[in-house]
């Protein structure tokens, strides 16, 4: 028998690498993130518990790392949605819906994901994570933005502000694509809240967290 080339070789450790991502987002979603284990991810993954340690460092990295992925596949899925467009204004309305509507689906994923990277050396550049941040930077550049290297940093930091207010507990949020009251029901339990239904882009897109205003890319 001979044996596998490079490249077969490089898709099993990709297809490992994402089931431990995705059984991640899974156990963390369903059991918070201090009651989810490395083995636990491995176990659900179907992998071995050696192979989280060969790709990631620690169970931060691992959940981080997972949450930029979910992040990535979410908005990628939002903007190729039907219709397609190539309406720069509407692509970044589907953006900022696409990320804020996690916080509002995934509220125990997304609070752990916030306090991660708000700790020390908390934030990590990763694969998924620069997968994510070269889609939003596209996203502004066919916004229309002069300087997508300025603007991107601006609509990044925006944001992380909307979804930390989303996620606050008892905190009313102003996100028009969350509802008034996205983070009640969640504080205490730490349970999923239920899905809304999404509203229009134009609402996101006018509303108080529009993050660029219509015309030029703010400042």
């Keep these: 028998m001979s044996p596998r080339s490079a490249s077969v070789n490089e898709e099993l450790r990709r297809r490992s690498r994402e089931r431990l991502l995705q059984a991640a987002v899974e156990l963390v979603s369903e059991r918070g993130y201090e009651a989810t284990t490395l083995g636990d991810i491995a176990d659900r993954a179907g992998s071995a518990r050696g192979l989280v340690s060969y790709y990631f460092p620690g169970k931060r990295q691992l959940v981080q790392s997972a949450v930029h992925r979910l992040m990535h596949r979410t908005l990628q899925e939002a903007l ?61 550049a066919r916004r229309g933005s002069p300087d997508a290297a300025t603007d991107y940093p601006m609509l990044r930091a925006l944001l992380m ?24 029901g969640t504080a205490s339990t730490g349970r999923q809240a239920p899905r809304r239904p999404r509203r229009g882009r134009r609402d996101v897109r006018h509303g108080s967290v529009a993050l660029f205003r219509d015309g030029e890319p703010s400042r």
Excluded: K, N
């Design 80 to 140: 190729d949605r039907e219709p397609r467009t190539e309406d720069g204004r509407e692509r970044m309305a589907r953006a900022i819906d696409a990320i804020l509507g996690l916080a509002r689906d995934q509220p125990v994923l997304m609070r752990q994901h916030m306090a991660g990277i708000l700790q020390a050396e908390g934030f990590m550049q990763c694969p998924e994570q620069r997968r994510l941040a070269e889609l939003l930077r596209e996203t502004v």
């Design 161 to 184: 502000g909307a979804v930390y207010a989303a996620l606050v507990p008892g905190l009313r949020c102003p996100c028009p694509c969350c509802g008034p009251s996205c983070s009640s």
